[in-house]
């Protein structure tokens, strides 16, 4: 059994009389390995991001179910779903959601907070995090006080720092300028190395080539697939952009 398996996903919203029905996605299978890096990418519309959100335990699927760790998420109540994502999942955002009167330190204590950790235990988690990300010395500072670079690290810091059985990243670079951009990839890419299993969702054909695999969502589903391979980033990019030709080719 992989770490993370989808089954036959599907999502159909009811319009608000219920007269019409839109399908999002209509069947999505594939699996994850503990450690993968796995990129989703997609046009809009082509349902990605409602997939994420039920990867998140935000939505729910009309049909289908959700492995992790054996465990089926897919079917937890409401009145769990907080405390599960809390346990289980960490959250990369294209705009960090981090709160501005929250200072980077407590935005990143947050998830502990709610878990009911004390002060030291959370503490000692923090030091060698903040350090491995280079933001121990703005843990004081609020997010308006910081570049768009470190808030995305501070977001990263609160994702790992609960040791998640896996990451979910939204469009992580969507609101990094170039360099930025880069420092995230990279530090992703340790955080991988690690052994921390990854699944992002993005446009940007740069972040993708950072990942081990790359899914292709279309018209609701899993269309194709590539690996990494052997291939260098430069290599896994040319790769990925020309698949994402030829399947824009290949509209209807």
Same mark, same amino acid.
């Given at each position: 059994?992989? +770490? $993370? &398996?989808?089954?036959?996903?599907?999502?159909?919203?009811?319009?608000?009389?219920?007269? #019409? @029905?839109? *399908?999002?996605? @209509?069947?999505?299978?594939? @699996?994850? %390995?503990?450690? &993968?890096?796995?990129?989703?990418?997609?046009?809009?519309? @082509?349902?990605?991001?409602? $997939?994420?959100?039920?990867?998140?335990?935000?939505? !729910?699927?009309?049909?289908?179910?959700?492995?992790?760790?054996?465990?089926?998420?897919?079917?937890?109540?409401?009145?769990?779903?907080?405390?599960?994502?809390?346990?289980?999942?960490?959250?990369?955002?294209?705009?960090?959601?981090?709160?501005?009167?929250? *200072?980077? %330190?407590?935005?990143?204590?947050?998830?502990?907070?709610?878990?009911?950790? #004390?002060?030291?235990?959370?503490?000692?988690?923090?030091?060698?995090?903040?350090?491995?990300?280079?933001?121990?010395?703005?843990?004081?500072?609020?997010?308006?006080?910081?570049?768009?670079?470190?808030?995305?690290?501070?977001?990263?810091?609160?994702?790992?720092?609960?040791?998640?059985?896996?990451?979910?990243?939204? &469009?992580?670079?969507?609101?990094?300028?170039?360099?930025?951009?880069? %420092? $995230?990839? #990279?530090? +992703?890419?340790?955080?991988?190395? !690690?052994?921390?299993?990854?699944?992002?969702?993005?446009?940007? *054909?740069?972040?993708?080539?950072?990942?081990?695999?790359?899914?292709?969502?279309?018209?609701? &589903?899993? +269309?194709?697939?590539?690996?990494?391979?052997?291939? *260098?980033?430069?290599? +896994?990019?040319?790769?990925?952009?020309?698949?994402?030709?030829?399947?824009?080719?290949?509209?209807?």
């Amino acid at each position: 059994m992989s +770490f $993370l &398996e989808v089954k036959g996903i599907k999502k159909v919203y009811k319009t608000r009389f219920g007269g #019409n @029905s839109v *399908t999002a996605l @209509s069947n999505v299978n594939f @699996s994850v %390995e503990k450690g &993968e890096y796995v990129a989703i990418m997609g046009e809009s519309g @082509s349902g990605k991001t409602t $997939l994420l959100n039920i990867l998140a335990a935000i939505d !729910s699927p009309s049909d289908g179910k959700i492995l992790l760790g054996g465990t089926d998420f897919s079917s937890i109540k409401d009145s769990a779903k907080t405390t599960f994502r809390r346990d289980n999942l960490g959250f990369v955002f294209q705009d960090f959601n981090l709160l501005d009167t929250f *200072t980077l %330190e407590d935005n990143i204590y947050l998830p502990l907070v709610l878990s009911g950790e #004390n002060y030291d235990t959370m503490r000692k988690k923090l030091v060698p995090i903040a350090e491995k990300l280079g933001i121990a010395d703005l843990l004081k500072k609020y997010p308006y006080e910081v570049s768009g670079g470190q808030k995305q690290r501070a977001a990263v810091a609160r994702a790992i720092i609960t040791n998640p059985q896996i990451i979910l990243a939204d &469009e992580p670079t969507g609101a990094l300028d170039s360099k930025s951009t880069d %420092e $995230l990839l #990279n530090l +992703f890419g340790e955080i991988n190395k !690690s052994g921390q299993t990854i699944l992002m969702v993005t446009h940007s *054909t740069k972040a993708a080539s950072h990942a081990g695999r790359v899914l292709f969502i279309k018209d609701g &589903e899993v +269309f194709h697939q590539i690996y990494r391979g052997e291939d *260098t980033n430069e290599a +896994f990019y040319q790769k990925i952009a020309d698949t994402v030709t030829l399947l824009a080719g290949g509209k209807n």
